[in-house]
């Protein structure tokens, strides 16, 4: 028992106990507790595995920078993998385990790949997998020379998954429910450090509106874990200033990424604290929710990170930095061990020293630097605490806990620090403190690069003229008092000028129309306060400040690797034990060539695993400056890109789930379709009827039975979700003589056409009917797929091409509702809803002719006889509304006369039988001739596409053309997609493809639709194979002419 | 997470629009000759700054725009009707609120194409 609960200390509760277990261990820990926190005050040690090595990990912060106490939590279909113990909130009842180990994190066997680590050094897997794999057994050799490497990975890397990794995710499906939401704000405020909560406090006191995000569950920042009484008495103040003013604070959010325009990405955890019954209780409220936010202007007081260095042996469990150790004390009451060293090159650490020897633990102080301070060594000493300068610690020793530690001892003299070693002390406990890296990542996704500031050791923010300002340690202003200053002083001098620009609305973003140049002033880029803003105090003037802000007595001592004089004491260094890579790797990496940061990061992965590299970045960038022999400012950094922690997919996710993937379409007959016997599948968003079984009938039977009906009587199909656009106003006969290849000009009033658009380059668009309505009014058909983009091109045709053409153009899809009325006896049919047969009669409405007609009801019609089955057929439109009384009075007659209802499937057949290409065959790839519409040219014109059809591969005659396709025997079956194949060479390309396929009672066996090169002329007597090596089949075809019934069009004409 | 200002509907977010293409070319008659056509939809600049580009309000007025975007820093520096006509028309309508900027001031828009052959009647101002 080493960790202790000290009374009187933190910010727990110890009156509220909470049960939780780890690793199927009941433990107790206080309200007010982390998952780290309680674990530490509990004395368990080794919490995790590590990737590679499965070496045993415990706490190494007390923050989002983990990299060593990632568990698993929760179980079954709330399983969690990968939760940093220092984040997840203690809740009653948690279940928390240990994660990449078997059977248990403190007893692992998969140690064993710590014994074979140097065959896991740096480009491990490039090299390994990349190159030949001569050292495989032979089966695992069946590649060809190529890609050999390739299929050695494919053989190994179950294996390796498992020996290297993370935690498991749940299989099973998320039970929880997670939103989308959407913010404004004049200003936002990103982390409620003492900065952060001056910034808000004044800019919202003057009047903005301000959004103050933090992650953490409490607010206060470094105030919470200082101990130091006035800090806790400032922190009351700052939030009552807080409320008083109306800041709006999320806590337990995280501002994830920042975008262009003043948006930032946040993701608030609402329930990940709560035990999970409670929040099922609640049920309404979602698990995470992810913010879209807006605002005028960013400050970032994300505060900083403290470093560790690389020693042998850095990651043993008991090792963690100073601050966290700091934070352990102060805010959860846990004091982190009884025998404690403390090893530090900056001030940082003394007062930690202190607060533990006040506390009770036994504590020695080594600083790398020369000297130590007078007024230090006085408070040092009144404490006990035992210190010695110029020291540093060489070597971890200690397995599954640290026990002591090897001191290193350097030469003060001597310019170059190499360090001799010295004594041994014992611990449990050891603190490093190696700097504090401003926390930058969010600048960085702003394509803002920080700077390497040589005086304060650390990455400051880079010059930048972007509504966006960094303040307090995130600033590297390390200083309590200049921290808070400084912000407030910000804060009100961005008020003002705020304030002036009256131009800027104040709630500008809250969908309000602004005016065009008031809105151009307040773009977030325009913003004056923007360009006089320089966050950035790297130039060489403001160098002399950078010391006072730091609040340090004496400088830090760069201090990064720590090499020993003469022989090397063997242990591994770890610059990134997230994903163990190690000062060899990066030196490694250094030798063989890597000379950019951003190469040697891929290489190595440093700074690749979840924590981006919070606390190892710098440590590798300093490990390569010094091995190629370069400064850091010449290594340069690497780009943090969103999240700046991890971020739950069902976050992203949002609603757009199962159903709500994607919106649903449902024509105004959907119920009636149900209530009919239909299934339905999905057509693009739409969903449309299938087959109407009736019962013990199969989906082939059924759609058998309908095809087979509409040619012998008559047949109802819903075709509500072919794309209707109104095309209306003087110049739309001319607008669509333009779109159209064939000429819409001539069309006559009261009569359609079959037309095909191409696009700008000479390939099909589209095709449809264009009914013309009177003078200035048409009527245009597309495919349901094309709908959408057909609409877009031709407003784009008639706004940006053609303004001076006086058209107007509508998507009337949702108004009219359609029903497919076709067979034999349609006329006959449609004449029972007349109140005169003779309105449909042949010569009122003959073939492709139109007419505006009302039903004996007084139902207002569009009917147009135009066919897709072949037979004599009619398209109805009426108004949406109507379309369930339309079709229940068309099924009355219909099922008097033997008809049915059929659905895509029927309508697939009567299409193959009869060559008509839908989606399948106008796959953006072929031409008017391809698809055997070439006598849809019109030569008398120009339209969209005809300059660039022209094109000699384009026109070559033997390209792959329509064609139909039929089984040599007419017993066989044959795949849509399968490959059309010479016996003779089954391979590659072949001769050609099948597009669809249709089982015909007409013809009695299977045909299909495809394209083959140079059409069916070419193969006219020559058997081809339909391969489809996916199924592993061949069937003998032969290729005829795409009309595969009713060749003359004798029957629709009828 | 670009923002656009469209002439009609306000300041709206990019999800509401669709890029179109490059807003700075000349699409030749529909007679033009296969070396004008290929040119036009083929020959793109990679332009790194300021650049001309089509954008359509696709939920919202549905209206073509045409936007002038920093192909490096998102910045939107104007954003007009591609119809000229429109522009003229909105600036018109905005006099009172110190005049708009939405219509170019010669010719009509910037793109456009030239006439289609046989439709004379169509007043064409564009011609290459
Ligand atoms: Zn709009």
């Known amino acids: 028992m080493t960790a202790k609960r000290i009374a009187g200390y933190g910010r727990v509760n110890p009156d509220e106990l909470i049960e939780f277990s780890w690793d199927g261990q009941t433990l107790t820990g206080l309200s007010g507790d982390t998952l780290a926190s309680a674990l530490l005050a509990n004395n368990q040690t080794v919490l995790s595995r590590s990737f590679k090595y499965h070496r045993p990990r415990g706490l190494m912060s007390a923050g989002v920078e983990e990299s060593g106490a990632i568990v698993s939590t929760g179980s079954g279909d709330r399983l969690e993998a990968n939760v940093r113990a220092t984040t997840q909130e203690l809740y009653s009842g948690l279940q928390a385990s240990g994660q990449n180990a078997w059977p248990s994190v403190r007893f692992d066997l998969s140690e064993v790949s710590n014994l074979l680590a140097r065959f896991f050094g740096a480009g491990f897997y490039y090299k390994t997998f990349m190159g030949p794999a001569h050292w495989l057994p ?163 007081a994300t505060g900083a990170i403290e470093r560790t260095m690389a020693f042998a042996d850095n990651d043993r469990p008991g090792i963690m930095t100073a601050g966290a150790a700091q934070t352990y004390l102060n805010r959860f009451a846990v004091r982190c061990a009884q025998r404690v060293v403390v090893v530090c090159n900056n001030d940082s650490a003394y007062e930690v020293a202190l607060q533990l020897a006040i506390a009770g633990a036994g504590v020695t102080l080594l600083d790398a630097r020369a000297e130590i301070d007078e007024v230090w060594q006085q408070r040092l000493q009144s404490q006990g605490v035992e210190y010695q300068s110029a020291a540093t610690v060489l070597r971890a020793v200690g397995h599954n806990r640290i026990r002591k530690v090897q001191v290193g001892l350097r030469d003060v003299a001597s310019p170059q620090a190499s360090w001799r070693p010295a004594e041994t002390l014992e611990c449990e406990a050891l603190l490093v403190a190696g700097g504090w890296s401003p926390v930058l990542h969010l600048l960085s ?175 590798g960038i300093a490990v390569m400056a010094a091995a190629s022999g370069r400064s850091i400012s010449e290594v340069g950094t690497t780009t943090f890109r969103p999240p700046y922690t991890p971020v739950s997919l069902g976050a992203l996710r949002g609603r757009s789930r199962g159903a709500h993937f994607r919106p649903t379409r449902r024509t105004p007959m959907h119920d009636w379709n149900l209530s009919h016997g239909a299934t339905m599948m999905d057509a693009g968003l739409w969903q449309r009827p299938w087959f109407y079984a009736e019962p013990g009938e199969s989906m082939l039977q059924t759609a058998d039975r309908e095809s087979a009906t509409v040619r012998r009587s008559v047949g109802l199909c819903d075709v509500t979700s072919l794309g209707k656009i109104a095309v209306q106003g003087p110049d739309a006969a001319e607008f669509l003589n333009r779109v159209y290849t064939n000429n819409m000009a001539s069309l006559v009033i009261g009569k359609a056409r079959y037309g095909v658009m191409l696009r700008d380059d000479g390939l099909v668009l589209d095709d449809g009917t264009c009914w013309r309505l009177a003078e200035h009014d048409y009527f245009v058909t597309t495919t349901t797929a094309q709908a959408a983009a057909v609409m877009v ?262 | 997470m670009i923002l656009i200002e469209c002439p009609f509907c306000g300041v709206r977010d990019h999800a509401e629009f669709r890029y179109g293409g490059d807003g700075s070319i000349h699409y030749p008659a529909l007679d033009a000759d296969l070396e004008h056509w290929h040119d036009a939809l083929y020959l793109r600049e990679n332009i790194d700054g300021m650049q001309l580009e089509t954008w359509h309000h696709v939920f919202g007025c549905r209206q073509w725009l045409l936007v002038e975007r920093d192909t490096v820093s998102h910045e939107i520096s104007s954003v007009k009707p591609a119809n000229n006509d429109i522009g003229v028309i909105l600036d018109s309508a905005l006099t009172d609120a110190g005049g708009g900027t939405f219509s170019s001031s010669v010719g009509s828009s910037p793109v456009g194409s030239g006439d289609a052959s046989g439709s004379s009647h169509v007043p064409d101002n564009k011609k290459e």
């Open chain 1, 138 to 300: 032979a089966f695992a050799r069946t590649a060809r020379s190529a890609g050999a490497g390739t299929r050695a990975w494919m053989f190994c890397e179950k294996w390796i998954r498992r020996a290297a990794g993370m935690g498991a995710a749940s299989a099973l499906p998320d039970p929880d429910h997670y939103e989308q939401a959407h913010a404004f704000c004049d200003l936002l405020v990103v982390g409620a450090g003492p900065a952060g909560l001056n910034a808000a406090a004044s800019a919202a006191e003057a009047g903005a509106d301000v959004l103050l995000v933090e992650q953490d569950f409490e607010l206060g920042g470094y105030l919470l874990s200082s101990g130091d009484k006035a800090h806790a008495s400032e922190l009351a103040v700052l939030l009552k200033r807080i409320e008083q003013a109306g800041v709006r604070v999320m806590r337990r959010t995280t501002a994830f990424g920042l975008y262009d325009h003043g948006v930032a990405g946040l993701f608030e955890r609402v329930t990940d604290h709560q035990p999970v019954s409670a929040s099922v209780d609640a049920h309404c409220i979602p698990r995470h929710r992810c913010w879209t936010v807006r605002c005028q202007h960013t400050v970032l």
């Open chain 1, 445 to 619: 996704h702003r394509g803002i690069k920080p700077v390497w500031c040589e005086t304060r050791a650390c990455y400051v923010p880079g010059k930048h003229a972007q509504p966006i300002t960094v303040l307090g340690a995130a600033n590297a202003v390390f200083d309590h008092k200049q921290c808070t200053e400084g912000a407030t002083q910000w804060a009100t001098g961005w008020s003002a000028s705020r304030a002036v620009s009256t131009a800027v609305p104040g709630r500008l973003l809250h969908g309000r129309r602004p005016r065009p140049q008031a809105l151009l002033d307040a773009l977030p880029n325009a913003l004056p306060v923007a360009a006089k803003d320089n966050s950035s105090n790297n130039d060489a003037d403001t160098e002399v400040d950078a010391r006072m802000a730091s609040g340090w007595q004496q400088d830090l001592y760069p201090l990064f690797e720590i090499v020993p004089s003469g022989e090397g004491t063997g242990g591994k260094s770890f610059v990134d034990p997230q994903h163990d890579v190690t000062v060899a790797d990066v030196q490694l990496a250094s030798r063989e060539g890597f000379v950019s940061v951003e190469h040697m990061k891929r290489y190595t992965t440093l700074g690749m695993a979840t924590d981006q590299g919070k606390m190892g970045n710098v440590l």
């Open chain 1, 793 to 1054: 091109w031709l407003e784009e045709l008639s706004q940006v091409r053609w303004p001076q053409l006086q058209v107007h153009i509508n998507s009337v899809t949702d108004q009219w509702a359609g029903v497919a009325v076709a067979g034999p006896r349609s006329r006959e049919l449609l004449a029972l809803l007349m109140d005169n047969p003779d309105q449909v009669n042949n010569e009122n409405l003959p073939f492709m002719g139109v007419t505006r007609v009302e039903t004996a009801d007084g139902l207002p019609c569009r009917i147009a006889r135009i066919s897709f089955s072949g037979e004599l057929a009619y398209e109805i439109y009426v108004e949406s509304d109507y379309a369930p009384y339309l079709i229940d009075q068309l099924w009355r007659g219909a099922a008097s006369m033997d008809g049915c209802l059929y659905g895509l499937e029927a309508l697939n057949t009567l299409r193959v039988e009869k060559g008509h290409v839908t989606g399948a065959e106008l796959d953006g790839r072929v031409t008017l001739q391809d698809a055997g519409l070439g006598v849809m040219a019109a030569q008398t014109k120009s339209y969209i596409g005809s300059t660039l059809a022209a094109r000699a591969g384009l026109t070559d005659t033997n390209r792959p053309r329509l064609v139909g396709i039929m089984p040599i025997d007419a017993g066989d079956t044959f795949n849509a997609g399968s490959i059309l194949c010479q016996q003779s060479d089954i391979s590659g390309y072949g001769e050609g493809w099948v597009t669809g396929v249709a089982s015909s009672p007409e013809l009695g066996h299977w045909i299909g639709l495809g394209f083959v090169n140079g059409g069916h002329q070419a193969w006219e007597n020559r058997a081809l194979v339909a391969a489809d090596p996916v199924r592993d089949r061949q069937v003998a075809v032969k290729v005829v002419s795409p009309h595969m019934v009713d060749a003359e069009g004798e029957r629709l004409r009828g």
